[in-house]
């Protein structure tokens, strides 16, 4: 087995599709601020032909904050001539001085412009995709955008759990109401996970807990077509779908290519089927696209 390539900051910046693979601790958000900030320095993008995307608001607004602050310490060193203990801003300032004062130019305007950098949730980005898409995200204005369908399957699972089991002589081995929740959320939670059991015996409680498991995600479904509820997971799908349409798609894509020349990807370990197949279909082969992650970290 061949030893993993050591990445190195001060190489040629990577083109094309890169995957890292960085521990905890090892300074991811340092990597995607000081990537940034030779990005923009050495003119290969500006900062709203960015895109960063990361899991979690809180690992976003500290993402924000981190690559705003590698920008305005790399231009203050630059126009300064300052030295400080970067090896990114030391690569930068041996440039030859045209090229240094246009680097710093450069990152002057991008954190004059901060605000037009997308440094975003993978949801939030979606939905300013879907947003910007139009009429090929198949969008309706009636719809209503809740965070959270726990009280949705709440109901659904007392509805349910009545009718299965609140007669006098109720069928089968039933299944607790505890059990019932805990298998309706876990049911719903991923709307792209196949739900099997197993090889298992007619009437076992196992094929109860799977019968009922698929019940309420239909059920669920149901409900929040009637209601018009849209969740995070409606807006992933409905992206993945609109670039992977066979009529309108490669146009959706080359929208979101013209939109970003170079992406960043932190935390790539938990990205999910729908999430990789909209980066895959979107940027992988057309524009730089760096993917950073742990694998012993993926949930």
Request: glycine share 6%; net charge negative.
């Amino acid at each position: 087995m061949s030893t993993p390539e050591r990445f190195d900051l001060l190489a040629p910046l990577p083109a094309g599709t890169t995957l890292l693979e960085a521990s905890a601790g090892t300074g991811k958000t340092f990597t995607i601020a000081a990537l940034a900030t030779r990005y923009i320095a050495e003119g290969v993008t500006t900062i709203d032909q960015m895109l960063m995307i990361t899991f979690g608001r809180s690992a976003t607004r500290e993402l924000r904050e981190r690559v705003r602050e590698a920008l305005t310490t790399a231009r203050d060193a630059l126009r300064s001539g300052t030295t400080i203990d970067n090896d990114v801003v030391a690569r930068l300032a041996a440039l030859p001085p045209d090229e240094r004062m246009a680097a710093a130019q450069r990152l002057a305007r991008a954190v004059a412009d901060f605000d037009s950098g997308t440094i975003a949730t993978t949801h939030t980005f979606c939905s300013h995709s879907l947003s910007g898409l139009g009429i090929s995200a198949d969008t309706d204005p009636a719809e209503v955008f809740v965070e959270s369908i726990a009280e949705l399957i709440d109901e659904v699972v007392d509805d349910f759990y009545v009718r299965k089991y609140g007669g006098p002589h109720p069928a089968g081995e039933p299944i607790s109401y505890p059990d019932a929740c805990t298998i309706a959320r876990a049911a719903v939670k991923d709307p792209q996970a196949t739900l099997d059991a197993g090889p298992v015996a007619d009437g076992s409680i196992e094929t109860t807990r799977l019968s009922f498991a698929r019940a309420v995600r239909t059920e669920v479904l149901r409900r929040r077509r009637d209601r018009r509820l849209v969740t995070f997971d409606d807006l992933v799908l409905r992206l993945r779908d609109a670039l992977i349409d066979p009529v309108t798609g490669e146009q959706a894509c080359q929208r979101l290519r013209d939109a970003y020349r170079v992406v960043l990807v932190d935390e790539f370990q938990d990205t999910d089927p729908a999430q990789w197949t909209i980066l895959r279909s979107a940027f992988h082969g057309h524009r730089t696209l760096i993917l950073i992650g742990d694998p012993k970290q993926a949930i």
